[in-house]
């Protein structure tokens, strides 16, 4: 009760706040400010005691929540309970609204010292007050018997355990993964509440410089948290690559393609002063598309096209999921359009060979593979609108585009950084560009001796020696000048080691499919390959049985063992096992040894039939078998050795004629639960043979009880007796450069918000007085002298 | 090379205008690579009977038929089940590759590939589960 009214109570502190600040806005008064400003602390503690409210629910293990009962359970070690508070929808908006918060509570005063308190805080409390109206209607402190009451749970039906969490989630990822992304969905907020207080104030440049740092630290953070989930997906999930185009990874690509596009051209139009309305519409789309993707994601529209899902969160959510954004983009815009006169500015155009120009394209460019990623994601959507035939696009349509615009992206990179600020001589230009030309021209040569014939992959390949020659050559030459001044290039040399490593990996990785038998050597590929036995861990839960295949890798004399995981869970029955990799890690290649199957379910061809139902024999389909019934253990009594004996009585009917099968199975308990032995029976009139290798009962309708039969051909010689593990084993080469080449890039994004703050601090923080464009002159020629370029001009 | 060197300074009524040009250029190159690209990777969601006629790439939501079982040839690296379509029709299903995590707990699956006499021949198989935050699948 007091957690459902308290999120009410939320949402009216944050739309009292905005209101708060808006009124001192428009009465210029401190008074005014300071109760706004006391409203959002009050939000703030309100948010993080609601944080803390519900780990400390889960942590109790209090059922008696809906939210605690449908995300977590009794088993999961402390550091995965505090991950189930973000695990299901209402607790990730409730993540979301404390980051925003958190942000807000660092802005805020950042804002106050210069002087943009109110302007910036009526629209980030505005963001607030629709996220905490999300909060609202995905409540997270709803009571187990009021979701439920319409199937007559009472307040005192308390369930004993939860629902538990996903055991594809049990590990560290979880816990590192959401929280960073989440950061930078948030501080994408911050950027657009100045560019809107920049309208606001009428104060069109100033702006730029006071969230720029902010928009760096949304820009490193988003890309962190996107590659971390690669990662994930990479390591634990056994997706075996890094990005799949999954509607959910593009979601959050977007922002991030739209955000890195807006750096630049901030960039721009802090040392010339152009681009003001393109850098006021970047950012209202850079936040919108953070609104559009958690719609995308969210409402369930993209239901059926992505790996990954999420539970419909209900009319409600939907409709404010869908205002939200549908404000955001209608507020940005009005403000856009009213001072576009006003913005009207500077109508100077850019030469051609100035980084200027230079960068803008690199933008455009961006901006475009932004646009076909949302295009492509949202195509199912559009289509359904239309009204036509609802139509996905394929992976091959992102990879089309990409073609095209990545080598592009790179070149542009490579030459906006031999061009000047303003004007750059054609001799300047030659001397940039040929050498690193020559050495990309060289590398591709490379390329292709090592085996890469594809024009596309050398293409990209041209482009990024390309880029990597000129941003080590330029980071070289201001390697003097301190780490500071090296944030671009690190980042840009970054971005090129990872489409090297996105290069080799695509193109030069090979996939074997191997069935391994206990203890035999295989060769596969260049490599022999032995199962060595399977070790079971985590012992001590019982609610999993999770074992360890250690797979011995050979090549040239060396030799290494990996292990990947392959394990049974309560959480789907223990219906289908859960898999993860082995991977040896290395720096020229990664080896991936992905689990397929074990002989548990898969020794022998094999159907799963239920009671009562018929199934053609997979061996033989003129063969149908009903399963009638199973046997008692106390109708068959023990087997000579002692074992327990059921039977599933099976009619086997071919061309009309039926006979009736008894076919007995003797079962033994084991640490891991029942093992199946089973009798074989010949099938009439055929030379194969039908075990039951399974059953599985129903607790809840014996009726609808499986049983598992293996069939085998007697004419050949038995399946072996050894254990079998199939795997699928990958050699993938240069794939550590995509995980070293984002992290240079985030590294290089950290380099450049230190390099902001301190151009920021360096500057009075009331000196520019824009509102008049002829102000600009002389803090313009002022810029001019502390660019990167002049090191160059001299 | 021949760009106009006096390009820096400010702008002259007479100039040819190569921005617009390039901005053209590149509007138009875009439009005709995403229209292509849109075109020729697009899969349709149907189902089968319509999968029959067409003859190329779509894909089918629909649901395990659990009575007819599923199998995995673990030597020839295929999965079967058989699939009902959203309009009731049966189909075998043949992927080519393992049987997909949570394939039993799935409340709907999405078939990707083309009909072939009779059998849905299958690229790839997504699981939808009924499942949290970011549940998984696989292809």
């Known amino acids: 009760m007091i957690g459902q009214l308290g999120i009410h109570l939320l949402f009216g502190i944050a739309v009292a706040s905005t209101v708060v600040y808006a009124l001192s806005l428009r009465q210029a008064s401190k008074g005014l400010e300071q109760i706004g400003r006391i409203l959002f602390r009050v939000l703030t503690g309100g948010l993080v005691v609601s944080a803390v409210a519900l780990v400390w629910l889960i942590v109790t293990h209090r059922f008696d929540y809906t939210y605690v009962w449908n995300y977590s359970s009794r088993e999961l070690p402390l550091h995965l309970l505090v991950a189930c508070f973000y695990s299901g929808q209402e607790g990730s908006i409730l993540l979301w609204t404390l980051l925003v918060a958190a942000i807000g509570s660092v802005l805020q005063p950042y804002a106050r010292r210069h002087g943009y308190e109110s302007s910036v805080m009526v629209f980030y409390g505005l963001i607030l007050s629709f996220l905490t109206l999300l909060m609202v209607a995905k409540n997270p402190f709803a009571y187990y018997h009021e979701t439920f009451a319409a199937s007559g749970i009472t307040a ?376 060595l036995g399977k070790e079971q861990v985590e012992r001590e839960f019982k609610d999993r049985e999770k074992f360890r295949y250690y797979v011995r890798i050979e090549r040239d004399g060396q030799r290494r063992v990996v292990a990947p995981v392959l394990y049974w869970s309560d959480f789907n029955q223990r219906q289908s096992a859960f898999l993860e990799p082995g991977i040896r890690w290395g720096l020229i290649n990664d080896l991936y040894v992905s689990p397929k199957a074990t002989g548990r379910e898969n020794v022998l061809k094999a159907t799963t039939v239920m009671r009562g139902t018929t199934v053609p024999a997979p061996v033989d389909s003129a063969l149908r078998l009903t399963l009638v019934r199973f046997t008692m253990p106390m109708e068959e009594g023990p087997s000579a050795d002692g074992r327990m004996q059921m039977a599933g009585v099976v009619q086997a009917e071919r061309n009309g004629v039926t006979t009736e099968l008894r076919v007995l199975t003797r079962i033994s308990t084991t640490s891991a639960g029942p093992a199946f032995d089973p009798v074989w029976v010949n099938l009439p009139g055929s030379t194969y043979s039908i075990g039951l290798t399974q059953i599985n009962r129903n607790n809840d309708d014996p009726s609808k009880s499986t049983g598992t039969f293996a069939f085998y051909d007697t004419s050949k010689p038995m399946p072996r007796a050894r254990e079998e593990f199939t795997i699928e084993f990958s050699d993938k080469p240069l794939i550590s450069l995509v995980w070293f080449g984002v992290i240079a890039m985030v590294a290089g994004f950290g380099l450049s918000i230190g390099r902001a703050v301190s151009a920021l601090k360096k500057k009075s923080p009331l000196a520019a007085g824009e509102l008049s464009p002829s102000a600009n002159v002389e803090s313009k020629i002022d810029q001019a002298q502390t660019t990167v370029g002049d090191s160059d001009k001299s | 090379m021949n760009v106009n060197p006096r390009m820096n300074e400010a702008p002259t009524p007479r100039r040819f205008p190569w921005k617009l040009i390039i901005a053209g250029v590149m509007i138009v190159g875009f439009t005709t690579l995403g229209i292509t690209s849109l075109l020729s990777s697009s899969v349709e969601y149907t189902n089968v009977n319509r999968a029959e006629r067409l003859g190329k790439t779509v894909q089918i939501v629909g649901t395990w038929v659990k009575e007819k079982g599923s199998s995995y040839d673990q030597y020839k690296n295929v999965f079967s089940f058989t699939l009902r379509d959203q309009d009731g029709r049966i189909v075998p299903v043949v992927l080519n590759g393992a049987k997909p995590n949570n394939f039993e707990i799935a409340v709907s699956v999405v078939a990707k590939g083309r009909m072939e006499g009779g059998v849905f021949q299958a690229s790839s198989v997504l699981t939808k589960c009924p499942s949290k935050y970011e549940g998984q699948a696989e292809q």
């Open chain 1, 156 to 531: 005192l039906d308390v369930p004993e355990n939860g629902r538990g969490l996903n055991p594809l989630l049990h590990n560290a990822w979880i816990t590192i993964h959401p929280p960073i992304l989440f950061t930078g969905f948030a501080s994408m907020s911050v950027c657009f509440a100045f560019a809107m207080a920049g309208l606001l104030r009428r104060e069109y440049h100033r702006w730029i410089d006071i969230a720029l740092p902010w928009t760096l630290f949304a820009t490193a953070v988003l890309g962190f948290g996107i590659m971390l989930g690669g990662f994930w997906a990479y390591e634990t999930l056994g997706w075996g690559g890094f990005w799949g185009w999954d509607p959910v990874e593009n979601s959050s690509l977007i922002p991030w393609l739209v955000v890195v596009a807006l750096v630049h051209t901030m960039l721009v139009q802090k040392r010339t002063r152009g681009l003001v309305k393109t850098n006021m519409i970047l950012a209202v789309i850079s936040f919108v598309m953070v609104l559009y993707s958690t719609f995308l994601t969210r409402s369930g529209v993209l239901g059926d096209t992505s790996v990954h899902s999420f539970v419909d969160p209900g009319k409600f959510a939907f409709w404010i999921l869908l205002i939200f954004m549908l404000v955001f983009t209608v507020l940005g815009t009005i403000l856009v359009m009213y001072r576009r006169h006003d913005m009207n500015v500077n109508r100077e155009e850019f030469g051609f060979k100035t980084r200027e120009f230079m960068l803008s394209i690199g933008a455009s460019l961006t901006m475009a593979s932004a646009v076909f990623v949302t295009i492509g994601t949202s195509w199912p959507v559009i289509m359904e609108v239309l009204g036509l035939p609802k139509v996905a696009v394929a992976v091959e349509f992102y990879n089309q585009i990409h073609r095209y615009l990545v080598p592009a992206v790179l070149l542009v990179n490579g030459i906006s950084l031999v061009v000047l600020w303003r004007s750059t001589s054609v001799d300047r230009l030659r001397r940039g560009i040929l050498p690193s030309a020559l050495v990309a021209a060289v590398g591709t040569i490379i390329l292709a001796l090592f085996g890469i014939r594809d024009v596309w992959p050398l293409a990209l390949g041209f482009a990024a020696w390309f880029s990597l020659a000129i941003n080590l050559r330029e980071a070289w030459r201001l390697a003097r000048s301190g780490p500071a001044m090296l944030g671009a290039y690190v980042s840009h040399t970054g971005i090129a080691l990872l489409m090297f490593g996105v290069i080799c990996t695509s193109s030069y990785s090979s996939t074997f499919h191997a069935v391994l038998v206990h203890g035999e050597p295989k060769a596969v590929g260049p490599y022999t390959l032995t199962y």
